[in-house]
């Protein structure tokens, strides 16, 4: 059984730093694309970050760019999403899914009915 579990979330101030980790377990992580979303109160599901397999092809959102970084190590069936410079506006409950489509320029999360999610982690940016 295919199932991810998010890690990493907390509290704080804009400026700082977070790491997110993405376990995965019931297949080899080096089989699929895996892809970090984001959910705010109020706003639109919104794909943060990806990456594909064999190359290892990654994708950010335009919001990302720059201050967030995606990798993954297959050894530890992990992929970590590091977060640095942090807003306010990156306040969100942040998910891992697998399997993605990860394009340079776009991220498509798993078809409906297919795929597994995390249950997320929350961030909190204060400001």
């Known amino acids: 059984q295919v199932q991810l579990q998010e890690s990493g979330g907390g509290l704080v101030q804009a400026g700082g730093s977070l790491r997110l980790s993405c376990d995965a377990s019931?297949?080899?992580?080096?089989?699929?694309?895996i892809g970090w979303f984001r959910q705010a109160p109020g706003k639109e599901h919104e794909g943060v970050s990806g990456?594909?397999?064999?190359?290892?092809?990654?994708y950010y959102a335009d919001s990302a760019k720059g201050r967030f970084t995606i990798s993954r190590d297959n050894a530890k069936k992990t992929v970590y999403l590091q977060m640095n410079n942090l807003e306010p506006e990156d306040t969100a409950v942040y998910y891992c899914?697998?399997?993605?489509?990860?394009?340079?320029?776009?991220?498509?999360?798993?078809?409906?009915?297919?795929?597994?999610w995390g249950q997320g982690t929350q961030v909190t940016v204060s400001s």
């Open positions: 899914a697998a399997p993605c489509t990860v394009v340079i320029d776009k991220l498509y999360p798993p078809s409906p009915g297919f795929g597994s």
């Open positions: 019931g297949f080899a992580l080096d089989s699929y694309a």
């Open positions: 990456i594909s397999v064999p190359d290892g092809t990654t």
